[in-house]
Nanobody, 124 residues
Framework: QVQLVESGGGLVQAGGSLRLSCAAS????????MGWFRQAPGKEREFVGG????????YYADSVKGRFTISRDNAKNTVYLQMNGLEPEDTAVYSC?????????????????WGQGTQVTVSS
């Protein structure tokens, strides 16, 4: 069992930055590939990006590529989402998730553990 807790969300002006953290419980964090998803009101959950177990490989949605960066610190059982150049369209609840799928997957159903989410609001 892995429990995930996100933090770092908030209100920011367009063009600003935020850094989200996702802290995992348990000693098996390194066993999981991690992903970040977001869901805006009235919209489906959207894959943002993912990272492999070692942190050496990442994959991003086109909508955030070049602006967002995912990293992980396995010693701290934490995965991060650095968000730069934020736009009002980035407003959503951001959640981290853990997958034991082979490779980085963009499909929510491939993730077995989810955090509760943290709100990110970008004002224009």
């Amino acid at each position: 069992q892995v429990q995930l807790v996100e933090s770092g969300g908030g209100l920011v002006q367009a063009g600003g930055s935020l850094r989200l953290s996702c802290a995992a419980s348990g000693r098996t964090f390194v066993s999981y590939r991690m992903g970040w998803f977001r869901q805006a009101p009235g919209k489906e959950r959207e894959f943002v990006g993912g990272i492999n177990r070692s942190g050496g490989s990442t994959y991003y949605a086109d909508s955030v590529k070049g602006r967002f960066t995912i990293s992980r610190d396995n010693a701290k059982n934490t995965v991060y989402l650095q968000m730069n150049g934020l736009e009002p369209e980035d407003t959503a609840v951001y959640s981290c998730a853990a997958s034991n799928w082979v490779g980085i997957t963009t499909t929510p159903s491939d993730y077995v553990y989810w955090g509760q989410g943290t709100q990110v609001t970008v004002s224009s």
